[in-house]
């Protein structure tokens, strides 16, 4: 089980954001070792607990592939996003460039650095829009409206159908 076994090294994305810094809280109480990326889009760095370490960078940047070098972490777990329906509105491409092409950034991060697990927190209400079924099952059609709820729907499949190890 993850959080039974100690000594895990877990990088975090967006971890200084809503749950991702309850996240950290719980993996720190859990005995992880916490690494959290962030570029403070959203977030705030007085959200962190002290024993995470941050790295203050995009999704999508480069040096990305340095941190994973640097770190090796064993859990990748990762909640950076976009997560504004009017802002995904007003600017789809800045969604896709977090959602989409900052994902796919971690995913080759993680396929040139193997991680044991790769987690990622979907979204729920926005990719299955509105709906008389409630609560609402995982295998209800998709009815996403603003781009935001699209992307983040492609990230969950994206996710599902991707190795992030090659042990
Ligand atoms: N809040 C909810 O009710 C809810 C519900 C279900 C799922 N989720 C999902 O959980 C995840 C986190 O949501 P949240 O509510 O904590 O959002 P949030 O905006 O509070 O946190 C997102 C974090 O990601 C960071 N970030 C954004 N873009 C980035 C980028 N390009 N590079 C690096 N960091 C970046 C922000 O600075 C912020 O700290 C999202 O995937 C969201 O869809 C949220």
């Known amino acids: ?61 480069r040096e990305l592939g340095e941190v994973f070098a640097a770190e090796r972490p064993d859990v990748v777990d990762h909640h950076a996003a976009q997560i504004s329906v009017t802002a995904s509105a007003r600017d789809p491409q800045a969604d896709a460039r977090t959602n989409v092409l900052g994902m796919l950034n971690l995913l080759e991060a993680c ?6 697990k790769l987690i ?24 996403p409206c603003p781009p935001t709820a699209s992307t983040s729907g492609w990230e969950s499949s994206t996710c599902a159908t991707t190795p992030t190890s090659t042990g």
């Open 1 to 61: 089980m993850l959080m039974s076994a100690k000594d895990m090294k877990v990088l975090l994305t967006g971890g200084a954001g809503f749950i991702g810094s309850h996240v950290a809280d719980a993996f720190l109480k859990a005995g992880h070792e916490v690494v959290v990326l962030d570029n403070l889009s959203s977030g705030n760095r007085e959200n962190l607990p002290a024993q995470a370490r941050l790295y203050l960078l995009d999704l999508g940047a």
């Open 120 to 143: 990622f927190a979907s979204t729920g209400g926005a990719i299955y829009g509105d709906t008389d079924r409630l609560p609402t099952p995982e295998d209800h059609p998709p009815l």
């Open 111 to 116: 396929r040139r650095f193997p991680v044991k």
